[in-house]
């Protein structure tokens, strides 16, 4: 099939952008949307919006850099924790765990600084010491922190 526009993203822009360009009945528009139906009730009842803040349904998710950078943290740090034992410390630079996250390194040390000014990490040549796992997944996982989550334990 061809067409003579294709629009990516059936959201607010690209459905506007799809109607005007389809104004012109001489040509063709392909609009793709990749999400789900909007039929839901969440969706068109106000109150909805706090359920779908808080899961999948509607909502791509997508993590900020030091979310990302936290979950990072976690994962890497318990890997090394169970294959080696003892605490649990990080061995990753700051530029691999930019490449991780799809940042940049300036922005991953930013991340770092805060986490460290809260007690949370300890930043060394030898690696990231994770000191507060708990609020690292906090971090990590805003919305969605709970019980459920398996946290790696702290060292003391
Ligand atoms: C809870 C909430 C309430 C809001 N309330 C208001 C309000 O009352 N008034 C107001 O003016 N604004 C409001 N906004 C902001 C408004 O929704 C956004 O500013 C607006 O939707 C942005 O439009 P957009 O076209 O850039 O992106 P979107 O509307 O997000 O559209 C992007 C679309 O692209 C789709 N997409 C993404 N990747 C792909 C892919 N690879 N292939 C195909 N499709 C893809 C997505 O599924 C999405 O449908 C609200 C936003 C939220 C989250």
Not at 12 to 36: K, M, N, Q, T, Y
Request: include cysteine; charged fraction near 20%; proline fraction near 4%.
């Amino acid at each position: 099939m061809e067409f003579d526009y294709v629009v990516i993203g059936g959201g607010s822009a690209g459905c506007v952008l799809a109607s005007r360009l389809s104004e012109d009945a001489a040509v063709s528009v392909c609009l793709i949307e990749a999400g789900p139906s909007d039929k839901s009730v969440l969706i068109h009842c106000p109150a909805g919006l706090a359920v779908l803040a808080k899961n999948g349904v509607a909502n791509w998710a997508f993590a900020t850099v030091p979310q990302r950078v936290a979950r990072h943290l976690l994962e890497i740090a318990a890997r090394e924790q169970e294959a080696e034992g003892g605490t649990l410390v990080a061995r990753v630079s700051q530029q691999e765990l930019a490449d991780l996250a799809g940042s940049v390194r300036e922005v991953v040390a930013r991340a770092l600084r805060e986490l460290r000014d809260e007690g949370i990490v300890r930043v060394s040549r030898s690696g990231i010491s994770v000191l507060d796992a708990s609020a690292l997944a906090a971090h990590a996982w805003p919305r969605e922190i709970s019980a459920s989550r398996d946290v790696p334990a702290s060292p003391m």
